[in-house]
């Protein structure tokens, strides 16, 4: 089984206060936020940079519970995807739940809804107002044609497949447990990230393309405010017979 959605902010809250979890974005103390949702005050006093990509922006204090950093808040957002999770982050949680980060073609099995080789989890052809992606010039013109320009509640939009699951594409990316390669530079594993995001594109013209197929990877202690997850549970047997006989009613 799958979750639904990506794990919200209430969830992941309830887990933070049940185990008195400290995520690594807040040992680290910063994490990165896209230039569009960084204040003018806290960007005054930013000099780093990502050569390349200079629209993420490390900003200190930014971690789950404040995802543009100080001022900011998810009171208001407990139904949106929990973000600046690292890999290492969404084990712990899964682990709690009596689950685990599902595998790269469990995923993609998941968010094809159970069929093959189709381009977005409802079929082949892109709709409008399907997922939460980038519409308009990157990086600086968002036009939210979709109803948003930074992450969307995860049942902003209809269910997107035949497993009635939300936001397998677009929003935000998603861990999953398969290895993905080695970091160029540090040489550490990278983890392979599905999904796409919010800054993503229909054409892949810039950043990726948001569909089932879209994949990246990152280091296990990697975060941002387009990263979540979700999770999957092994079934046993008896379990299965059960669903079965559900779907029989």
Known sequence: LISQTPITNEEFHEFVADQSFVSEAE????????????????KATITDSIKGAEWWMPVEGAYWAYPAGPGSSVEKKQNHPAVHISYNDAVEYCSHIGGRLPTEPEWEYAARGGHRDQIYPWGNEFKKNRMNIWEGNFPTENKGKDGFIGVSPVNSFKPQNDFGLYDMVGNVWEWT?????????????????????????????????????????????????????????????????????????
């Open 27 to 42: 040992k680290f103390k910063w994490s990165f936020v896209f230039q569009m949702f960084v204040p003018d005050k806290i």
């Open 177 to 249: 447990s398969s290895v993905f390669g080695k970091d160029p530079h540090t040489r550490q594993p990278q983890y392979a990230l599905r999904g796409g995001s919010y800054i993503d594109s229909k054409s892949g013209k810039f950043n990726h393309k948001a569909d089932v197929t879209t994949r990246m990877g990152n280091t296990a202690d990697a975060g941002s405010d387009n990263i979540g997850f979700r999770c999957v549970r092994d079934v046993s047997e008896e379990e299965i017979n059960i669903l079965n006989s559900r779907d029989e009613l």
